[in-house]
């Protein structure tokens, strides 16, 4: 089975900090994503990486960025983070190819920045 | 621009009963995927179902189907003996290779199934 962790579930962080949120893939996917979830907003796209140190602005990419120094590891870094961007944050996964074109989440971080 | 409507915020079914979910999505593209998630109260997404734009026949895993309309850009689905454990919000989600596979999510549609 296809698992993708990510590294917190809860977190809670100041207005002002730096945050890191983490992300590791062990089926050796290409494509990697973060999405924002919020209610009555469904899920929209921040960032995506095809490849490593590739990346892509997705739909809503103001306030944050991404690093993917490793094939398994996405990480979305908010660089100061405002209440505003208190939310759930989903990693996924991608396994490509004409088979399949499936798309893997992790369990989610809801991040409170207070 | 690509976009996917989920018209029902809410829906309740009783247990053991059919229940249709909504999807309609507009796209310009010939080649492309259609999916729905189900995220139950534990976070977790979990893909119900896929279905190819090339492929006519629509797309059936188990207690779950669509019915797949690509003239009239549908994408709707049908649980069938629904069951409790099928409570949860329903993505309609829509991909394309020129996106990069991103996915393209609806709003969601909240699921309660009651005994």
């Known amino acids: 089975d296809v698992k993708v962790t990510q590294s917190s579930r809860y977190l809670v962080k100041r207005t002002g900090e730096k945050v890191f949120l983490e992300c590791v893939q062990d089926?050796?996917?290409?494509?990697m994503f973060w999405y924002r979830q919020d209610p009555g907003l469904g899920l929209r796209l921040i960032y995506f990486?095809?490849?490593?140190?590739?990346?892509e602005k997705g739909d809503i990419p103001e306030g944050y960025s991404v690093s993917r120094e490793k094939k398994e590891r996405f990480s979305l870094i908010l660089e100061s983070a405002s209440t505003n961007q208190t939310s759930m944050y989903l990693c996924?996964?991608?396994?490509?190819?004409?088979?399949?074109?499936?798309?893997?989440f992790g369990a989610g971080t809801r991040l409170s920045v207070l | 621009a690509q976009t996917v409507t989920q018209s029902q915020p809410e829906m309740s079914v009783q247990e053991a009963e059919t229940v249709t979910l909504s999807c309609t999505y507009d796209?310009?593209?010939?080649?492309?995927?259609l999916f729905w998630y189900k995220q139950p109260p534990s976070r977790q997404m979990i893909l119900v179902i896929r279905?190819?734009?090339?492929?006519?026949q629509n797309a059936t895993e188990n207690r779950f189907s669509v019915n797949f309309q690509k003239a009239a850009k549908s994408f709707s689905l049908k649980i069938s003996d629904s069951q409790l454990g099928d409570t949860a919000m329903y993505f309609c989600a829509f991909m394309t290779s020129n996106s990069g596979y991103a996915l393209n999510f609806g709003k969601g549609t909240s699921l309660l199934v009651t005994p």
């Open positions: 990486s095809y490849d490593v140190k590739m990346k």
């Open positions: 996924a996964s991608h396994q490509g190819g004409a088979a399949k074109n499936i798309q893997y």
């Open positions: 279905q190819e734009a090339y492929k006519q």
């Open positions: 796209t310009s593209e010939s080649n492309y995927y």
């Open positions: 089926m050796d996917h290409e494509n």
